[in-house]
């Protein structure tokens, strides 16, 4: 099956520079994932990722982001008790949606015209029905984008047109964490001190004399810093650092 792209990158040479420009951080993932949820009249969405590695049964999901409010643990936990084994093992076969009741007679998840391209979940143990998006990117990683409601009644595009944004909507979150992983193995202890106190307004003055170093090794360490995260001056180098939760 193949799934439409998002039409904002026209050709491989423009997908690093667009996309780093168009996202910086988790929070910047949740509107999309709030206009998919009300294009199809959802009441909440979660992205799960797959963890751990080898055989299926040392694998585990893990909720990266959910808006399930105040019960969001509780609610997570019943999602992974009821569909999680279910969840591991589908992906590692097939890219069909995965589709489910929930335990009321009109808690229900419909798509006649999908019907045969998709996968329907037994039980109906749940509080709410829902739909389940999987999204297999080998080495970079595996999970689901799924969005769950009281009751659900999909076209065939809406689901063909949410899988495609699903595909989109993980490659960018997970291309964040390489980011931030990458940046953190390149980041010294020293750098990430001296940007830390340079974001609460020292002066390179004071960071020298706070971590016991001269004034133009603080300025070495900030420029090597700076450079390393890709900002064009220190005060953009710092609000880089706090996106990606190096300082605070």
């Given at each position: ?83 999680g084994e279910q969840l591991l093992q589908h992906i590692e076969q097939s ?154």
């Open positions: 099956m193949g799934f439409p792209q998002d039409n904002g990158v026209d050709n491989a040479a423009g997908v690093t520079t667009l996309r780093v420009s168009r996202f910086s951080s988790r929070s910047d993932l949740f509107p999309r994932l709030v206009l998919m949820q009300k294009s199809i009249n959802a009441r909440h969405f979660a992205v799960l990722r797959v963890g751990g590695s080898g055989a299926v049964n040392k694998r585990k999901l893990v909720c990266e982001l959910e808006n399930f409010g105040p019960n969001n643990l509780s609610i997570t936990k019943q999602l992974f008790e009821t569909f890219l069909l949606p995965l589709m489910w009741n929930g335990r009321d007679d009109a808690s229900t998840a419909e798509a006649p015209e999908f019907a045969l391209l998709s996968v329907r979940l037994k039980g109906r143990t749940l509080p709410f029905s829902g739909i389940a998006f999987p999204v297999r990117l080998g080495a970079v990683g595996n999970g689901y984008v799924l969005f769950t409601a009281p009751y659900l009644d999909l076209t065939g595009d809406a689901i063909i047109d949410l899988h495609g944004k699903a595909c989109q909507l993980m490659t960018d979150l997970l291309s964040l964490d390489d980011r931030r992983q990458n940046t953190s193995e390149a980041l010294s202890e020293r750098e990430i001190a001296c940007l830390q106190l340079a974001g609460d307004g020292r002066i390179s003055e004071e960071i020298a004399e706070n971590l016991g170093l001269s004034v133009h090794t603080v300025n070495a360490y900030l420029g090597s810093a700076t450079d390393k995260l890709d900002a064009v001056n220190r005060i953009q180098a710092i609000a880089k650092a706090i996106r990606l939760g190096f300082i605070s």
